[in-house]
């Protein structure tokens, strides 16, 4: 498994409430990952850049390309941010 960088913002909390409404006890909820977030900032630049090119998602293949290609991004600025 790549590193992720953890969670890139604090998590919130889940309630667990007993059969009588009261509550029991919280559970963290995992938020997204710092990898996550990089991934999505790339897809952000990658789509604003291609606006003008809406055949680039016309096929699942193209998508799925896409998307590799901003978590291989998101892996290097993890990696650069590890240095």
């Known amino acids: 498994m790549k590193p ?3 969670q890139a913002f604090p998590s919130g909390y889940k ?4 059969e009588s409404g009261e509550p ?11 990898r996550d977030y990089f991934a999505a900032k790339a897809m952000m ?3 604003g850049a291609t606006v003008r090119s809406y055949d ?5 293949t ?3 390309s ?3 290609e901003c978590y291989e991004m998101a892996d290097a600025m993890l990696a650069e941010r590890g240095k």
Not at 15 to 18: E, P, Q, S, T, W
Not at 24 to 34: K, N, V
Not at 56 to 60: E, K
């Open 4 to 6: 992720d960088g953890g």
């Open 15 to 18: 309630r667990f409430v007993l």
């Open 24 to 34: 029991s006890h919280s559970e963290g909820i995992p938020g997204m990952t710092l």
């Open 45 to 47: 630049a990658v789509v």
């Open 56 to 60: 680039i998602f016309d096929s699942d």
């Open 62 to 64: 193209n998508k799925r």
């Open 66 to 68: 896409i998307a590799a």
